[in-house]
Structure formats: C-alpha cells, structure tokens
C-alpha cells in the first residue's frame, strides 16, 4: 500500500504562485510513474501533469502546459507541482496519484492506483 500526502493549497490572486507538495509512505513509489488531477466544483476530475519514474519524462494537460512543472525527489519520496501565472479557473482541489503498474507518464486516471485526500487551491480574480 502507498500512502499520499498533498501539502501547499492555499489562496492566491492570479498571477501568482504556489507550490504543491505530494509525500509517498509505505511501499516506495520510486519505479512508479506519478501524476496529479483536479477537480473542481461540479466538473469531473481532471488530468494536470504526469511524471516518469525517473523525473526525465513528463506531460502536462494542455490547459497548463507553460506555466505548471511537475518534479520529483526520489530519495525524498516526494512529487512537486510548481503553479505559475495562476488563473481562477485553475481553482480546484488537487491530488497526487501513483501507479502500481506504469514507469511512464499517463494521463489517464484508469492508469493510477493510489490516491491523495487532495490540497485546495483557490486562485481569486
């Protein structure tokens, strides 16, 4: 079992910046491709960016291609999302997932087997 942990959702006016933080406990997730969603009131949850095992690889929905960069710290067990230029409509909640299954980056929820609770980001215009 892998146990995710978000960190660093808070409120910010556009145009700012925020950093979100994912720790993984329990079994190492460090072959493991990682990614993270978001949902938003009343949409479905929806793909933000992806990371390979060894943080070469990455994709990112086109939505935030440019101004978001997903990172990872291996020896840390620890997955970054670093959130440029923030618009409102990139208030959500957001979660980390890691795959049992995959090295490579996925966009794709089916693709994921373990879930964050999630870190609210609220972007104000």
């Known amino acids: 079992q892998v146990q995710l942990v978000e960190s660093g959702g808070g409120v910010v006016q556009a145009g700012g910046s925020l950093r979100l933080s994912c720790a993984a406990s329990g079994r190492t997730v460090t072959s493991a491709a990682m990614g993270w969603f978001r949902q938003a009131p009343g949409k479905e949850r929806e793909f933000v960016a992806s990371i390979n095992w060894s943080g070469v690889n990455t994709y990112y929905a086109d939505s935030v291609k440019g101004r978001f960069t997903i990172s990872r710290d291996n020896a840390k067990n620890t997955v970054l999302l670093q959130m440029n230029s923030l618009k409102p409509e990139d208030t959500a909640v957001y979660s980390c997932?890691?795959?049992?299954?995959?090295?490579?980056?996925?966009?794709?929820?089916?693709?994921?087997?373990?879930w964050g609770q999630g870190t609210q980001v609220t972007v104000s215009s």
């Open positions: 997932a890691a795959s049992s299954r995959l090295s490579a980056p996925s966009g794709s929820r089916r693709s994921y087997d373990y």
